[in-house]
């Protein structure tokens, strides 16, 4: 499938957009096929489901052509957080919820200058918003951050892996302690309590370690989206460690 079909050939996946049963997988459909089409005309349904779904497709796909309805519907206050979100992720630019900012930079660019950033770069801006001056290079960095009462948490970024569809991740991780077998059901269900990524075990220089880890799809990384994931994955890494060990040792 492809993006050169006429709507009514997509007609079928934008029906199942309405349907809170099969929205998510016509969702996932519309997006591998990059059908910005008729996700854009989704924009003006007056379901604000399906308006969210295209939204968060278009910004998935970093669609150029959908930088002004985006704009538009910004000005109109609709679904402003999720239409900042896909915006940046489209554009790289930061104006979060600023309309005039965005018309503004719309009418001198026309929304087509978005710099592609490499690993280096990438983790070179993500430390600047953290406050912090990562160690690494290549595809492997490393970033240490301060937290409460005085702890610190070491995070692992790892670009250029492969998930199960062999499309390029990052990896971010980060070591909590040694991982004892009596311990492994107690961890399961504390993923149930994790607002994002998940605990999970990894060897170590021979030993089995608890780890926190995210992953998400170098296509849709922008410094901002990994700097919250390091945030989150440094306090939630942090807390385990803690409760743990008692200790700060990662």
């Not at 991740?169 to 107690?186: H, L, N, R, T, W």
């Not at 170590?204 to 370690?209: K, S």
Request: aromatic residues 6%; neutral net charge.
């Amino acid at each position: 499938m492809s993006d050169t079909k006429d709507l009514g050939d997509w007609q079928s996946l934008v029906d199942q957009l309405y349907d809170p049963h099969t929205r998510r997988s016509a969702r996932q459909k519309l997006v591998r096929a990059r059908a910005v089409g008729p996700l854009l005309d989704c924009l003006k349904s007056p379901n604000e489901s399906v308006m969210w779904a295209a939204i968060e497709s278009l910004g998935e796909l970093r669609a150029t052509e959908a930088v002004g309805p985006l704009i538009e519907l910004l000005a109109r206050g609709v679904l402003a957080f999720d239409v900042g979100e896909a915006l940046l992720r489209i554009t790289g630019q930061k104006f979060d919820g600023d309309v005039q900012a965005w018309q503004k930079w719309f009418a001198k660019t026309g929304g087509k200058t978005r710099v592609e950033l490499d690993a280096a770069e990438c983790i070179q801006l993500t430390a600047q918003y953290l406050g912090v001056k990562p160690s690494g290079s290549g595809k492997s960095y490393r970033l240490k951050l301060s937290l409460p009462e005085g702890r610190e948490q070491r995070v692992a970024v790892f670009f250029g892996r492969k998930d199960e569809r062999k499309d390029s991740i990052a990896v971010i991780y980060s070591e909590c302690g040694p991982a004892d077998p009596k311990q492994y059901e107690a961890a399961l269900r504390k993923n149930l309590t994790i607002p994002s990524g998940a605990l999970a075990i990894r060897d170590v220089g021979g030993r089995a370690i608890f780890v926190m880890v995210d992953t998400v799809r170098e296509e849709l990384l922008t410094p901002s989206t990994l700097a919250k994931k390091i945030e989150n994955i440094a306090a939630c890494a942090d807390g385990i460690e803690k409760s743990l060990t008692k200790e700060d040792r990662y």
